[in-house]
């Protein structure tokens, strides 16, 4: 019942979200400013889906952002996809003509919808990758499966579990 919500820059998305636009919703109450960007640290977001069958879950949504999970050096999300060997798709030959179609992403939309929507899947596909990657590394190294918040709270986890095994517990 939990699920992560992850991508990358969840400042420049999440305030898009309807709810998000309700002062008292569950995403704006839950979401947190951390190094400019929203995640979920304290509070999860309380979703409830129906069941075909009749009655309904609730499911625990917790918002993480690929921004605050990346090296210091490689927190663009072509970086990300560069570490894994799962590059993030083009939009043009020149570095001047992509930052052009970035800035006018409703006109590409509207004139190259095959490839806008290829390079939106392959940006959450990289996001998916990753937090894969960091779920398996934060488990061999911490022993908990789960998707840390910031690349910082796995290496404290980390830290405690190394002066725990040398006995240095509070």
């Given at each position: 019942?939990?699920?992560?919500?992850?991508?990358?820059?969840?400042?420049?998305?999440?305030?898009?979200?309807?709810?998000?636009?309700?002062?008292?919703?569950?995403?704006?109450?839950?979401?947190?400013n951390v190094r400019n960007t929203f995640v979920s640290i304290y509070k999860d977001i309380k979703i409830n889906v129906p069941l075909n069958a009749g009655g309904e879950v609730e499911l625990?949504?917790?918002?993480?952002?690929?921004?605050?999970?990346?090296?210091?050096?490689?927190?663009?999300?072509?970086?990300v996809g560069k570490m894994l060997n799962f590059e993030k798709i083009k939009l043009a030959d020149t570095d001047d003509e992509e930052k052009r179609i970035k800035e006018n992403m409703k006109e590409f939309k509207s004139q190259n919808w095959g490839l806008f929507k290829e390079y939106g899947i392959r940006d959450a596909e990289v996001c998916v990758k990753y937090a894969k990657e960091l779920i398996e590394i934060n488990h061999q190294e911490t022993q908990r499966y789960i998707m840390p918040a910031t690349l910082t709270?796995?290496?404290?986890?980390?830290?405690k579990l190394m002066w725990k095994d040398k006995g240095w517990e509070a």
């Open positions: 019942t939990d699920i992560y919500f992850i991508a990358h820059f969840t400042r420049a998305d999440v305030p898009g979200f309807q709810d998000f636009r309700q002062k008292e919703s569950d995403i704006r109450l839950a979401a947190t625990s949504l917790k918002l993480r952002d690929t921004i605050t999970l990346a090296p210091a050096l490689r927190k663009s999300l072509l970086e709270s796995m290496a404290v986890s980390k830290l």
